[in-house]
């Protein structure tokens, strides 16, 4: 079995050269990665790094999805379980979890948030004719978080549209929202 973490220090390594052929204009590059047995992809154009995980601070009266935040270089970076976001149970920490770091735009800010995946698997390019738009129905999550439907080697990759997946507002508001609700529960 290869050792996690030179497989995730490879991971690193193509992300780097991935994402600067991106910004060389070839902006069909994703990470892909696992999520509940799903494989799943984001344009490499927010993530920012891959890390081990490990290191969470807990936050009392957070939905489930907020897993807490880590201390990323001296700032604190949220962290969110999609698997918990998408409506499923919170993942299991195993040898191969990690955070994938993506950097948001909001506001004209921008922030870092980290994402629980099971495994990260590999950049790819998928060309825009092996892309189709996201069901109508039938996925087993939220159709405005599928940006569309990745072909690879004869299987479908789900790309994420991360920007509403982590939508800063909406996290909030959830999060604002269970705090009301938790605050009213008779002890």
């Not at 993530?47 to 700032?75: C, H, Q, S, W």
């Not at 087993?140 to 997946?165: E, N, P, S």
């Amino acid at each position: 079995m290869a050792n996690p973490l030179s497989t995730q220090h490879s991971s690193q390594q193509a992300l780097v050269a991935a994402q600067h052929l991106a910004a060389a204009g070839e902006a069909n590059q994703y990470l892909t990665f696992l999520l509940s047995g799903e494989m799943y992809a984001v344009g490499i154009l927010n993530v920012k790094e891959i890390i081990e995980y490990g290191n969470l601070t807990e936050i009392p009266m957070m939905p489930a999805f907020i897993r807490g935040v880590i201390n990323l270089r001296g700032a604190v970076v949220p962290v969110i379980d999609l698997a918990a976001r998408f409506g499923g149970r919170q993942t299991e920490a195993s040898r191969r979890t990690c955070i994938v770091i993506v950097e948001l735009s909001h506001d004209e800010e921008r922030h870092d948030i980290g994402v629980v995946v099971d495994a990260v698997s590999e950049v790819l390019e998928i060309p825009g004719s092996e892309i189709e738009p996201p069901p109508s129905f039938g996925a087993r999550i939220r159709a405005d978080f599928i940006a569309g439907m990745g072909k690879v080697a004869g299987k479908f990759v789900i790309i994420l549209d991360i920007q509403k997946v982590l939508s800063v507002d909406e996290i909030a508001a959830l999060a604002d929202t269970h705090e009301s609700l938790a605050g009213n529960e008779v002890p």
